[in-house]
Structures are given as C-alpha cells and as structure tokens.
C-alpha cells in the first residue's frame, strides 16, 4: 500500500495554477504527514468511472487514487431529502475537511466523480469553490452562463453564494475540489435538477 504522504503529495501536483485555492490546496496537501489511516472496509468506484480514469486521457494521479483504499460514497452536503435522492449513484470522499480523512476547519479538499447521464443540480454555498477535472468529461454552468464541456485539466471556479450545476452525458468524470472561506454547510442550498 501507498504511504499517505506519497498520495497526498501526488494530488498536490493537480494544483498547477497561481490560483489562491489552487496555491492553498497545494501547500494543504505538501504538508501532511504519514500516519492517515485509511479505511479498512471500503466501496469502490462505479466501473464508469474508473473506466475513464483508466484512459490515457486522465490526470496521471487517477493511477494512485485507484490503488487507494478510499470509502467511496454518495456526497452528504445537505440533508436536502431531494439532494440525498439525487445524490445516490455519485462518488465522494473528502480528503481534508471536517469529516475528511485529515481534520481542518479552513479547508475542504475531496474527490467527486459522476457516472454518465447523471446531474448535480443548481446549488449555492458560502465557499469559494474550485473543480479540476482529472478524468472524463463533465458540462459545468456558472451563474446563468450556458454550461461548458470540460475533460481533464479543465477548471470550474465558483465564488461564493454564486449558482453552479454540473451533469454528465454519455461518459463519467473524477475530480478534485477545493473549499475555503465558510466551508461550513449550513448555508448550502440545493435548489434540484431543473
């Protein structure tokens, strides 16, 4: 098994531009030490998903995040029943973060994938927001601005309070965010597919 130190460093390397997240991301996961303990009874990713982190289009990283034994679940951002029922087939951990596997109160850095033909609809939090997409494609919507394809490499910024949604058409995506600022969600509002 990878050390976590190797891991996290690994998915340091994402975050390549002088973004402020980007830069705090980096600098969040270069500075974690060995001794996470991973879990011992994990889910695995939907084979849709790991289909496209497996092609030779992906973020070299998506190697290392499949040999980790991560616990891959639906996200629980909201106890929104709409949001937990259209949450189901999506794959999440968070890595740093109040419940992630390293504890932080500042920041919020996970992995969220989508199998094809889903969609995450239209939400706000207080977090500036940041997606990087490490493998597949995903159409992203900022704001009322139509939404734009993205694949591997591709970045989706969201300041806060400001509306975003994401779906999928016939193929999956993995990608790697940040939070920062309120990373609380008690202010996140799902508004639903629509």
Same mark, same amino acid.
């Given at each position: ?18 973004? #402020? ?15 996470? %303990?991973?879990? !011992? ?11 496209? &982190? ?8 998506? #190697? !290392? ?15 929104? $029943?709409?949001?937990?029922? #259209? ?11 109040? !419940? ?13 994938? &989508?199998?094809?033909?889903?969609? %995450? ?14 493998? @597949? +494609? /995903?159409?992203? $919507?900022?704001? +009322?601005?139509? %939404? ?12 806060? &309070?400001? +509306?975003? /949604? ?5 193929? /999956?995506? &993995? ?5 920062? @600022? ?7 509002? %799902?508004?639903?597919?629509?």
């Amino acid at each position: 098994m990878l050390s976590s130190n190797l891991i996290f460093k690994e998915l340091a390397k994402v975050f390549c531009t002088d973004n #402020e997240l980007e830069s705090l991301a980096k600098w969040t996961l270069k500075n974690i030490r060995d001794g996470i %303990y991973f879990p !011992t009874n994990v889910k695995h990713l939907d084979k849709s998903i790991v289909d496209v &982190m497996t092609r030779a289009d992906a973020h070299q990283v998506c #190697e !290392t995040i499949l040999r980790t034994p991560f616990n891959w679940e639906p996200p629980s951002t909201s106890d929104n $029943q709409i949001y937990i029922r #259209e949450s189901v087939a999506k794959a999440h951990v968070e890595l740093v973060g109040p !419940t992630g596997l390293v504890k932080s109160n500042i920041i919020r850095i996970g992995l969220y994938g &989508m199998p094809p033909n889903t969609e %995450y609809g239209a939400r706000t939090h207080p977090a500036d927001e940041i997606y990087i997409m490490i493998a @597949g +494609k /995903a159409y992203w $919507q900022v704001d +009322k601005k139509p %939404y734009l394809l993205h694949s591997t490499g591709d970045r989706s910024l969201h300041p806060s &309070m400001v +509306k975003h /949604a994401n779906r999928t058409g016939n193929e /999956a995506f &993995m990608s790697i965010y940040v939070w920062h @600022g309120d990373i609380s969600t008690e202010n996140y509002v %799902y508004e639903g597919i629509g």
